[in-house]
DNA sequence: CTGAAAGCGCTTACAG
DNA sequence: CTGAAAGCGCTTACAG
């Protein structure tokens, strides 16, 4: 395969390259021209890149930085935007930050100066650094799946779903609740889920509920149930992501316990996975692909600068498994 | 957030952008320069723009096609691609195909044309088209888990995987068995995983096997499952991959058979939650980290010119779980 | 050891 | 409707 450029279609349609380039950027092209240069270009299969439009007014990639590229969810939400942006005619340009916060401070930066046309931020954590380094920047940010008060932003409705989650486990009259969770610096997950649990449970008169974290891994789900398990009586087990679930099945066994004659197991997630775990698991499901879209959406309308929320909130589903008595 | 260039950076540091340059390529700069250009660089958290490199004899960044963002084992491999190639001080730009060769192909070309320093390509099929392109590609191609006669590819040894799967359930002397595949297409699992599978069950005696075609998506799993059980009597069922397993279970407990006793299950792929299923699922799991790590240390090789094995197998590991008899 | 100049593949006023 | 020219942020011979 040839390399081709600008200047070599432009040689073999016999027009000057500013020509192509409009072509291309929907500049004015006379129809015989347009002709023309469409059946080179498809001689050739020739493609401009993209990255090399260093002084285009807007460039059409958009930048998206993920917290890891090993998560179902993640997997879920990068599918959903890859697909509508390349419908759009926009290129996605995925960078991970592989759940450390300097790196995806680095990213965002990095798509700054790489002046991509907007960037979709999934954040580990929002800090000082992400609020001021969003306030300059030149480029619209979009944040997904975290609630950002500085800016647009794209939410799970966690506390919500949090609170469902606490009624219905509530409503089997629990006597002794942990909640598996993560670190407060993740607020979505780790502060506002977690919130609506507790306040879902209180609503049903259940007071005493003993709080562990950790971090998104199995292996932390095994070792929170494990430390639960320790720290006193469990009847119910309410997990942050169906992943800790699964950790905390797996200890659970370890332990002797039956779900949920013993102990009651929740998640969210909503995993194919869950519904084969025997009991069923309890859990509840976010729309990411919606979420994928919707943030891409709304990172195109705020390019063109068309009205956008600031903030979008999607739906859930609670799904009953078997495992909450 | 400014946006600095080199320019800018050379300015401020007193030097002319050649030497900014040289800093960030490793050409000589003196160490009180070099000092000078440190400082000014930290302050303004300045990064080059790698798409720039318009001109450059090499690019930093590596190409990684994939059929899909949306596979625990994609994760896995990218994952660790991404990191290996972090630290080597290169950039990871990941293309996803979603299962469509003509996007495939398209992201080859494109890589091609963005003059990437090389490419790690995930292929869904090898076809025609692969080769040719590959062939007069400018830039080094290694095919990851793919086995590719006309170039370098870094492999799972599914043969070798099948085979041990296919003995270690002929040895409970199924009496129908049935292989829950993939199209032909893709020849690492449709074909040469099967075939292994196939020629181990022989190994051990096993004739009655019956074979079934289908995706990657747990509905093809249940479909599948569905269409092996209306066809004859089954006892075993071999599936691609986990998540194919997953949906086998899923009919096989609508169809009220039990899991050994009646149909013994085997999948690829060594999920953690194949471990929670109950039973546990029988499964092999592939060594996807390595096979990321690998791939990309063997384009970064070839791109230094140093000599590569043209094809590299990695290892993988027999998880028994209780759902074989 | 360093800088001015030309060039990479593209876009954008601007003049025609 | 179209092309020559200047420019985007960078790299690379080349001369000093």
Redesign the interface.
Known sequence: ????TMADIAEMSGVGKSTISRYFNGGYVKEATRERIQAVIREC???P????R?NARESNIIGVVVP?????IT??V??SI??YL?EQGYET??K?S?HQIALEL?NI??L????VGGILLSSISITDQHR??IA???IPVVVMAQEFDAGISVVDDDYQAGFEMGKYVGKSHPEHVVWLGITDTDRAVGIVRRQGVLDGLKSCGVSDIRLFSGDYS?ESGQKMAKEALESGPVTAMICATD?LA?GA??TLAQFGKRIPDDVSVAGFGG???S????PELTTLKFDSYALGQLSAETILRLIRNEPVPVKQVIGFQLIPGKSVK
Chains 1, 2 share one sequence.
């Open positions: 395969m040839k390399k081709f299969g020739y493609m890149n993209s990255f090399a260093l890891t590229l090993n998560s179902k997997g879920r990068i599918t890859d697909r390349r340009l995925i991970s592989d680095d930066r990095r700054i100066s790489l002046n001021e380094l300059n920047s030149p199995y992943r699964f099945y797996h995993y194919d996975e519904e084969l775990l025997s």
